[in-house]
Structures are given as structure tokens and as C-alpha cells.
């Protein structure tokens, strides 16, 4: 034991003073150097100028996969094996080029890690000795990826230096003659300072993310970026404890946050708080706080990393008000809501589109049902939806027939929707949609079109000459009715109106007749005459009724609309007027629309059909009792604004106008209405003053549309829960597995040698089963990802994708002198990173259960319609029949035992990936005979 001289001693003597601060900064520098999330690594620059790596912390060893002992020393051509070597090349390049300016670069730089192409902003900064010579560059890489980085778990690391501190105090305790030695010692012991410290600043000062470190008493030193996020000098936050910038509500809980790190129930925390900025808004942030103790274990001082999220906050809640109007807004509709992965060729519904389209309830269906639309429209809707795919036009909007598969019936659809995401090369990943029962108004439509119909063959039958006549150039056209009326062979000269035969008796009343009309003494044009008929040579009589419907400048007729017939007819005609009057009441009577005549000068209908009171409850005298005030109350507050717009629009002269509203039934009762109305009467100044409509009531359909968002939330329900699990799985399970698994391991290491083999075998069976569970948590969630984690469809040559992945398999391919063949392999559009997976997973299965042979593997494809059929064949084990399903089921393992690693997802994994790319998956097998894995894959464009 040294005496208290010795101690007052080694206190005052410089060496010791420079270790301990040595020894003080290194940690600190360790502490940030292992804790900061930002990958970083080292490389020493020798005096040849040599790169070599120096070591990795561990966010970039977890993140990339490679480890830092395995690199060590290592040129960046020695690293090939890791790293492609045109990457190599290209890393070497920027290495050099950071020596040649000898200040700090920044590069963007693509770097495959276990498979996936991975982009990089990275960052060079060279440190230099005394000597002002380069001898290290210091390397950080923030992901571009926006892949969210995981958290590593800091590890202090003291040991080099303790041993570097008692070989300085020995060589203290020798004698004088080793002076030179203790300089030389103390000169390399400053360097390392200097280089420590300038570390220091770079990991600490030069962090893009906000960085802070807080003592136990509050006060605060931090970096430019923690400055710039909160508004604030690092002189005036110098001058503040941490609770003044936080936010009143979240003191509380950082406070119990820091009480928990103190009493050692943790050494890291991560959560989202928010800050005050010095103009007064608040700041959300995503926080990660350490503490860190000395070597007493005494805590020190807290590092602190802050990221400010406010902008996705923000986002969250907006997105969160939005969908509740989208789920508001579908709740008071009856739209068959339908969303369509172009890719997969699958369509998500809701429970009114599988009533709408009769598919039987499932959670996705491939788009089946365009088997149901009739021949004469399919080619419409294709043509249609071809066109909204090549971006033709901005909405996919159709009207069409389908063959209901349930009610055995066919009804029309009119259906609207939209590509809302496109891919690198523009073709369609997601379209959105809705679709709409439109038969009942496609039954009034077709009503309204037959008496149309009927309205033209009852005027052609008629013999009515309708004939138009040119004032200003004295022309006339008029209709084959007319040309047999008047007699002319040729039309073209007909001039005068005929006056030449009529006889001069009449000819002075027509004219005198006709001048009072053009005068506007008479609002139309009527006279009855005779006419000398040049071709039958005889006399008839013509009654004649006309109106000018277009006058020029100087209010001079210029041109008149007229209708004649021979009124020898006149009873023949009446007859067949009254049987349209009759056939006209007979249709609105019989149509199971309401039909009604409104006139706007007046204010009230003059014409309601039986089925209007039937709907509605109200006789045309009720209606047309009320003032217009009380019969604007009829309508819903919500719809009186699109009223009131519609109404504009009919009198603006629109066509069969649509809309739907709510009315108030006689009885109190809210009856939803679906309208087509169209302008019927105008006057002389071509204003519309009474339209036409007929409506039917949709109330029932209606309350379908009400359960629309009650499915939509279940599945945002569901989906937040997967999404949970998937967090549970990888933070909450992860994380007592890793403690669990890191304990029993220091009891083995510690106590291996004092325990019996009992002991001994049991903690080896928690180990593993740590472990196990480990990787089934692992193999889940990759699971998961397939679904969660999907890229866009691109051409993949499965050929050069096969020879990678049996590139990647190199080691246990040679190890096992697996031989594997291809043939037929085709080029085709899909996931490239999951076929790369999927080929992965069906290789190594192929080449594990061979057990007496060596391996030998044939992957062929063959095409087949729209899909092509792949077969992998092996000489292994073979599999029973009666598992032959089971096997792609999630967790199964048919071969145990220690020989056969693995959790037993691999195939399961197949499946996902190969239903993702629209296909199915099956084995073939006998046992001891090998198997052959067969799969499909869509041909997608």
C-alpha cells in the first residue's frame, strides 16, 4: 500500500496530471465516439500514404453489417470480398482526393450492404499531427435512404487505456536513466490528446443532429445544430438549466426520465418532448439521452441528441384531420369505395362495392369481375381505362352494364377514379376510386328516350310540315312533310310562302295576318287558307301557326319557325294527339319515378304525376300552398346550398342536371332523392321559366353507404395494429431478449469454471434459447416487411439475378461442392430485392437437406399464358406428401436438430413474395428422392 507521501506524488507529477486528463478526454471522446447514432469510421493515413481502415463505431458496424475487427488494417482493395470492387475503387478515389485538398469533402456515394443498394451523404475531415502531415482521416455517413436508424447500445471501453496508465506508472517508479523514455512517452501522450480533442470537436461541434452535455445539475454545453434548432447562442443556453427550455407539460416526465437513469434502472432513454424556442413557438424533437458515470460509477454528465420532428408533427395532424373528413364525407355517401394495386392486380373494397359488384367477401381479390361486364361495353371500359393509365386523361370515369353474379341480373354502373401513385418510369402503383348503383336512373333515362322516340315517330305520322324560313334572304327548308303539303318538286325555288296559289281572297288575310306578327302586334303567326296544289290539282285547305324566333338590329324579323298541315287531316290528327295525351298520362302514371313541371315565374309546379305524392307524401295543391320560404324548408340545411346551385343551373339552360338531396316527407320523415331535371319552357327572350324532372327515392340505398367509413376505421384499426406488432416485435421483445442473452453470457464467462456441468449445460440452453428466439423475432418481422417494405416493379433479368444470389451463397456453395444449373431463365418485371430473396431462400434450402450427396441444383423457367412457371430441383431428402403444404406455413420445421439451423419462415417468406408478384407456390416430393419447388409469376406490363 503506497503511503500518503507516494499518492501526494504520483498527484503532483505532470505525467499523472497529463494521463488523467488524457485519460478523461479519451472517454468522453469514446463515450461520443460509440454512442453517436451518425456511422462513423477511421482511417490511418501512413507516411507513405497508405489508407487503411482503423475501426468502425457501432452504428455503422450495425448498420452496414461489417465489423470493425475484421477490417482493421485492412486496405480499401483488401476489403473486395465486403465491398464490390468498382466501390472500392470509388471510395479510394475520394480518400485521395481529401488528402490532395487536405480540408473536409462531402460526396453523395451508393454502397451495397448484405444485398441492398444503400445511399450515402458522406463526409471526410482529415486530422493532422505536429508535423502538419495528414496521419488520419475521420469519416461520418448519413443515410439518404430515410431509413430510420436504429439506436445502438453504448459501450464504454476503458481497458487500453488503464493498461496504458500502469505502464506509464512503472515506468515512473524506475530510475532516472529512462528520462529520454518518459518524454518521448509524454510528447506521444500530448499527441494523442491533441488528436482526441480534435476528434472531439468533429463528432461533437460538426453533428448535423442536435447534441448537447447536460450535468447532473442542468447546466448545459452544446453544438451548433442543437443551437439552431432552438433559436438560441451556446453562450445564452450556457447561461440556462434544461427545464427552462422545455416545454411546462413535459418537465414532469423528463424529470422522472433522469430520476430513472440516475438510480441505474437504465443507462439510455429514448422519447419525443418538446423544447420552447427562444421566439416562444414550440419545438417538437426526437430525444436520446445517456449517462454516463465515472469510474467510481458516480454519474457524470448526460449526452444528449436531439432531432427536431416538428414538421412531421405537424403532418401527423393534419393527416389525422383529413382523414376524418374523408371518413365524415364517406360516411354520408352509398359509394362502393375501391382501391387498386396495379401492380398485384388486386382490388381493396369495402363491404358496399362487394354488395355493388356480388363478390363474395374477401380481404383482396384480383379485378375478376371485368369478366361480368357484357361484350358490348368491355372494350369501352378498357379502352377508357387504357387511356387514364397512359395518362391520357386526368380522371378513369365510365358508365357501363354489368351482369350482377348474385342477383342473376343486369344493372349499370357508373364508376370514377384516379391514379393517386406512380412509379420511376410512370406506370401506375395505385389507383383510388368509387363505383354507383345508376340503374334506376338509367330506367328513366331509357323511359325518358322511348318517349322521345315515340314523341318523333307520332310527328312523322302526323304529316306535319315543319319548315323554317330565312326573312332576310327569303329562303325556306322545311321537311319531307312539307315539300308533299305544298307540292314542290323543287324547294329551292319556293318563294313568297307560295302566295302565287293562293287565291287572291286569301292571299290579302295572310299577308295583313303575317304583318301583324312581324309587327309584334300578335305573339304568333296563325292562318287557315286554301291552296291550289300544283301537282294534285285541286284545292285544300292549310292551316298554317309560326313564330319569328330571331330579329336583327332593327328589330326586323329575321328568322321564323313555322308548322302546316292539311286540315282535310285536322280530325285524323286530333285523333292521334289525344291518343299521345293519353299515352303521355298512361307513362307518367306507370314510371316508378316522380315526375314534376315546375314554372319559376309562377313559383310553384304545375304538374305532379300519382307517383311524386307517392314518394313524398304531399298533392300537387299542398305543394304549391306553400310560399317559397317554407318550401326551401322542405329541403335539408346541408343540401339547400346545392339546391339552389342546381336550380341556377337549370334555368342557366343545363341538360339533365343531377343531383341528390334529402326531402322532408309529409309524415316528418327525411327521404333522400336522386334528380334529373331539364328546362322545358322559354320565353320570347330565350330565358328559362319552367323545367322538367323526374327523381326517384334512394333512401335505401343510402343507408348502405352509412356503414362505408365503419369498415374503413376497422381497417385502419387493423392496420395500426399490425404496425404495433411490428413494433413490439423489434423494440419491446427485441430488447429483454438481448439483456437476457448478454447475462447469461457473463454468467458463463464468469462463473464457467466454478459451476458443475449441470450448471454449465443450463445456462448454454438459455443462451440458445435467447438466441432462437432472437431470429424467429427476426424471421417474423422480415416477414412482416415483405408486405410493409415493398419497391416498385422493374425489369429484372432472372438469369443475372440467379448468378448473384449463387454469388452471394459462394462460401457454403463451396463448402458443400453444391453444383447448380440453369436454363430458360427469363427477363420479367417484379420486386428485384424480394426475387433476390425468394431465389436466396430456395438455393440454400436446397443445398441444406442434402445430406449422403453432393448438391445438385437445376433452376428452369418455362411461359405459360400470362405468367411463367419456375422449377427448382434438388437430389436432397425429399419431403413426405402429407407436408407438403404444411412446409409453407409460418414456423415449421419438418427436420430438427442442429444440423438444420433456422426458424422454419423461409418458405413462408417464398409464398409472400411469390403472391405478391401475383402467383402461387407448391412442392413436389418424395421422401429420399429430392424435390422440386415449383412457382408462378405474373407477367406484369
Given amino acids: 500500500m503506497q503511503s500518503v507521501e507516494e499518492n501526494e506524488t504520483l498527484h503532483n507529477n505532470p505525467k499523472d496530471q497529463l494521463s488523467g486528463k488524457l485519460k478523461e478526454q479519451q472517454e468522453l471522446i469514446d463515450a461520443i465516439y460509440t454512442g453517436l447514432e451518425l456511422p462513423v469510421f477511421l482511417i490511418d493515413v501512413d507516411e507513405q500514404n497508405e489508407f487503411r481502415f482503423a475501426g468502425l463505431n457501432p452504428a455503422h458496424e450495425k448498420l452496414t453489417g461489417m465489423k470493425s475487427e475484421e477490417i482493421k488494417g485492412k486496405t480499401p482493395e483488401e476489403i473486395v470480398p465486403i465491398l464490390p470492387e468498382e466501390v472500392v475503387k470509388a471510395v479510394r478515389a475520394n480518400y485521395e482526393k481529401c488528402l490532395n485538398k487536405g480540408k473536409a469533402i462531402q460526396y453523395e456515394e451508393m ?21 502538419s502531415r495528414i496521419i488520419r482521416i475521420v469519416g461520418t455517413a448519413i443515410s439518404i435512404n430515410k431509413l430510420k436508424e436504429k439506436q445502438t447500445q453504448l459501450e464504454s471501453n476503458k481497458v487500453l487505456l488503464e493498461e496504458k496508465v500502469k505502464e506509464r506508472t512503472a515506468e515512473l517508479e524506475e530510475s532516472n536513466q529512462k ?37 447532473v445539475d442542468g447546466s448545459l454545453s452544446v453544438n451548433k445544430a442543437f443551437c439552431d434548432i432552438l433559436g438560441y447562442t451556446p453562450d445564452e443556453l450556457k447561461q440556462k438549466n434544461w427545464k427552462e427550455i422545455t416545454h411546462p407539460d413535459d418537465i414532469a416526465q423528463s424529470e422522472e426520465l433522469v430520476k430513472d437513469l440516475l438510480s441505474g434502472g437504465k443507462q439510455t432513454e429514448r422519447f419525443e418532448k418538446r423544447y420552447i424556442h427562444k421566439k416562444g413557438h414550440i419545438v417538437w424533437t426526437d430525444v436520446s439521452t445517456t449517462l454516463y458515470r465515472d469510474n467510481n460509477g458516480k454519474p457524470n454528465f448526460f449526452i444528449t441528441t436531439i432531432s427536431d420532428i416538428t414538421g412531421r408533427k405537424e403532418i401527423e395532424k393534419e393527416l389525422k384531420l383529413l382523414t376524418r373528413r374523408f371518413e365524415l364525407a364517406s360516411e354520408a355517401s352509398d359509394l362502393a369505395v375501391w382501391e387498386w394495386n396495379a401492380i398485384e392486380d388486386q382490388t381493396i373494397h369495402n363491404k358496399q362495392w362487394e354488395e355493388l359488384y356480388g363478390i363474395d367477401k374477401n380481404e383482396k381479390i384480383k379485378t375478376q369481375w371485368i369478366d361480368n361486364i357484357p361484350s358490348d361495353d368491355s372494350d369501352k371500359v378498357n379502352k377508357i381505362l387504357e387511356d387514364h393509365l397512359n395518362r391520357k386523361t386526368e380522371v378513369y370515369e365510365v358508365e357501363h352494364k354489368y351482369n350482377h353474379p348474385t342477383l342473376k341480373k343486369q344493372i349499370w354502373i357508373h364508376a370514377k377514379g384516379k391514379v393517386v401513385e406512380w412509379d420511376e418510369n410512370k406506370k401506375p402503383l395505385k389507383m383510388i376510386g368509387v363505383s354507383l348503383d345508376i340503374t334506376a336512373r338509367k330506367q328513366i333515362e331509357e323511359e325518358l328516350r322511348l318517349s322521345t322516340q315515340r314523341f318523333k315517330l307520332a310527328s312523322e305520322s302526323s304529316r306535319l310540315a315543319v319548315w323554317e324560313w330565312n326573312a332576310q334572304e327569303d329562303q325556306t327548308i322545311g321537311n319531307k312533310q312539307w315539300e308533299e303539303l305544298f307540292g314542290l318538286e323543287q324547294p329551292e325555288k319556293f318563294e313568297n310562302h307560295g302566295i302565287e296559289n293562293i287565291p287572291a281572297e286569301d292571299a290579302e288575310r295572310l299577308k295583313k295576318t303575317l304583318e301583324d306578327h312581324f309587327n309584334g302586334i300578335t305573339d304568333y303567326y296563325e292562318v ?30 329575321a328568322k321564323m319557325i313555322c308548322v302546316s298541315f292539311d286540315n282535310n287531316y285536322r280530325e285524323i290528327a286530333e285523333k292521334k294527339l289525344r291518343h299521345e295525351r293519353f299515352f303521355s298520362q298512361k307513362l307518367t302514371a306507370s314510371t316508378p319515378a316522380a315526375i314534376y313541371v315546375y314554372n319559376f315565374k309562377k313559383g310553384q309546379n304545375t304538374f305532379i304525376n300519382q307517383q311524386y305524392t307517392a314518394i313524398l307524401g304531399y298533392t300537387l295543391e299542398e305543394i304549391n300552398s306553400f310560399s317559397n320560404d317554407k318550401f326551401m324548408e322542405l329541403f335539408h340545411p346541408e343540401d339547400v346550398a346545392g339546391i339552389i346551385g342546381h336550380m341556377q343551373a337549370v334555368m342557366a339552360g343545363s341538360e339533365n342536371d343531377k343531383i341528390e338531396y334529402r326531402f322532408k316527407h309529409k309524415n316528418g320523415n327525411w327521404v333522400w332523392c336522386y334528380s334529373i331535371d331539364s328546362p322545358f319552357e322559354k320565353d320570347d327572350d330565350g330565358n328559362v321559366i319552367s323545367f322538367v324532372g323526374a327523381f326517384v327515392d334512394i333512401s335505401d340505398r343510402k343507408k348502405v353507404e352509412q356503414n362505408l367509413y365503419k369498415t374503413l376505421a376497422e381497417l385502419e384499426r387493423s392496420n395500426k395494429e399490425l404496425e404495433q406488432f411490428a413494433y413490439v416485435a423489434s423494440h419491446d421483445l427485441q430488447e429483454p431478449l438481448r439483456m437476457v442473452a448478454s447475462y447469461t453470457q457473463l454468467l458463463e464467462k464468469r462463473y464457467k469454471d466454478k459451476l458443475d456441468q449441470d450448471a454449465s449445460d443450463f445456462i448454454d440452453f438459455a443462451v440458445q434459447g435467447s438466441r432462437r428466439m432472437q431470429a424467429m423475432i427476426n424471421d417474423l418481422l422480415e416477414y412482416s416487411r415483405v408486405a410493409t417494405r415493398q419497391k416498385p416493379f422493374r425489369e429484372v433479368n432472372i438469369d443475372t439475378l440467379v448468378k448473384e444470389v449463387c454469388d452471394s451463397l459462394a462460401i457454403t456453395i463451396e463448402e458443400r461442392n453444391a453444383l447448380i444449373t440453369k436454363e430458360g431463365l427469363p427477363i420479367l418485371n417484379g420486386d428485384e430485392s424480394q426475387l433476390f430473396r ?75 413474395i411469390v403472391q405478391r408478384h401475383g402467383g402461387k407456390i407448391w412442392v413436389e416430393s418424395n421422401k429420399g428422392k429430392g424435390s422440386t419447388f415449383y412457382f408462378t409469376i405474373k407477367r406484369f406490363k
Fill in 838 to 912: 425468394l431465389f436466396q431462400n430456395l438455393i440454400e434450402n436446397a443445398i441444406k437437406f442434402v445430406e449422403n450427396n453432393f448438391p445438385k441444383i437445376n433452376i428452369s423457367a418455362v411461359a405459360q399464358d400470362d405468367e411463367f412457371l419456375f422449377a427448382v430441383k434438388d437430389n436432397g431428402i425429399g419431403i413426405n406428401l402429407e407436408y407438403k403444404d404444411k412446409v409453407f406455413e409460418i414456423f415449421q420445421r419438418l427436420k430438427t436438430g442442429s444440423y438444420h439451423k433456422g426458424t422454419g419462415i423461409g418458405l413462408a417468406i417464398c409464398k409472400k
Fill in 179 to 215: 528520462l529520454k523514455d518518459e518524454i518521448k512517452i509524454r510528447k506521444s501522450a500530448e499527441e494523442e490528446l491533441r488528436v482526441s480533442e480534435q476528434k472531439f470537436r468533429i463528432l461533437f461541434e460538426k453533428s448535423p443532429l442536435g447534441k448537447s452535455m447536460t450535468g
Fill in 111 to 131: 454502397i451495397p450492404f448484405m444485398g441492398k443498394e444503400s445511399y450515402w451523404l458522406t463526409t471526410l475531415t482529415p486530422i493532422r499531427n505536429h508535423g
Fill in 528 to 557: 287557315e287558307h286554301r291552296y291550289n296544289h300544283p301537282i294534285l290539282k285541286k284545292q285544300i285547305w292549310i292551316q298554317t301557326k309560326g313564330k319569328v324566333i330571331d330579329r336583327d338590329e332593327n328589330n326586323k324579323p
